[in-house]
């Protein structure tokens, strides 16, 4: 849903959001290494107000997302729930005021055109940071014997190297190979 700035009540709107799974997966499949899935359509909770010509959104976003796992490579289903407060500043504002004291490489700041902001996207850009850098299955995944390649968590394979996770087994197989 796009907002226009200058639409935006001066005691701010609620907006409640709802994003069909499927359109969001068309956004997510068009971004470069990207290998996540929405299960569930996209919702979120937000309050959005103007100050200064910025546009401040503040809410939850919720979204059942599909991982997959960085030791063990099978897909698991993560439920992101993020709470997050985003400031927009408009592209104008930031270019003219070099003394700005919220600059937009500031953590929290995102530029927006200054007419309009789609919420769509913020929610979109707030499922990414809640995605964790090494996602897990779970905390204790034995991920897969570096040798045989098999998952270890659904049982010990036969090999002879220690079945726990270790670079050096990488290395072996690779000399075996060789
Ligand atoms: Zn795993
Ligand atoms: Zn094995």
């Known amino acids: 849903m796009k907002i226009r700035a200058h639409e935006i009540p001066e005691e701010g709107k609620d907006y409640a959001l709802r994003v ?50 960085g030791r063990c490579l099978s897909r698991f289903r993560y439920p992101v729930a993020q709470h997050f407060r985003s400031i927009y500043s408009p592209f104008y504002q930031t270019c003219q005021e070099e003394d700005l004291e919220l600059k937009p490489y500031d953590m929290d700041v995102s530029i927006y055109n200054g007419e309009e902001l789609d919420l769509d996207n913020v929610l979109y850009e707030q499922i990414f940071l809640g995605i964790p850098a090494q996602a897990l299955c779970s905390p204790n995944c034995k991920g897969l014997c570096p040798v045989c390649g098999a998952n270890l968590n659904e049982g010990l394979c036969h090999c002879e190297a220690p079945p726990a996770y270790s670079p050096f087994g990488v290395l072996k197989k690779l000399k075996l190979k060789g």
Do not use: H, P
């Not at 499949?29 to 309050?47: C, H, I, P, R, Y």
């Open 20 to 69: 069909k799974g499927k359109t969001a997966n068309r956004y997510f499949s068009l971004l470069k290494n990207s290998d996540f899935q929405a299960l569930t359509d996209v919702t979120g909770n937000v309050k959005v107000w103007e100050q200064d010509g910025m546009i401040i959104v503040e809410g939850d976003v919720r979204v059942d997302l599909r991982l997959t796992c």
